[in-house]
Nanobody, 123 residues
Framework: QVQLVESGGGLVQAGGSLRLSCAAS????????MGWFRQAPGKAREIVAA????????YYADSVKGRFTISRDNAKNTVYLQMNSLKPEDTAVYYC????????????????WGQGTQVTVSS
């Protein structure tokens, strides 16, 4: 029911910033909690951030707290990930995901996934 398309990835230097966007198609975007996961080569996919359907609750992985901010604009059917103070260890493919329930998304992952966007942070 939900199609997700990420954009905004690219190559940046350490300390730089990048904003990822995830555009969702579907009539029920506002009923879904949204999140971002990432996967680096040779590593498991891991939660980065999640946001409830209203935006009232957020979750961040310890590794990105204070540097990344997740937000959403339900009028635009879009969720964002603002990434500041980027580090080489942030290099990964970033995936947008959607799930009805916020806590389940944050702890277990989403039901719908985008194709991913590559983020590369150089030293």
């Amino acid at each position: 029911q939900v199609q997700l398309v990420e954009s905004g990835g690219g190559l940046v230097q350490a300390g730089g910033s990048l904003r990822l966007s995830c555009a969702a198609s579907g009539r029920a975007f506002s009923t879904y909690a949204m999140g971002w996961f990432r996967q680096a080569p040779g590593k498991a996919r891991e939660i980065v951030a999640a946001i409830s359907r209203s935006g009232g609750s957020t979750y961040y992985a310890d590794s990105v707290k204070g540097r990344f901010t997740i937000s959403r604009d339900n009028a635009k059917n879009t969720v964002y990930l603002q990434m500041n103070s980027l580090k080489p260890e942030d290099t990964a493919v970033y995936y947008c995901t959607a799930r009805r329930e916020f806590l389940s998304l944050a702890t277990r992952g989403g039901d719908y996934w985008g194709q991913g966007t590559q983020v590369t942070v150089s030293s």
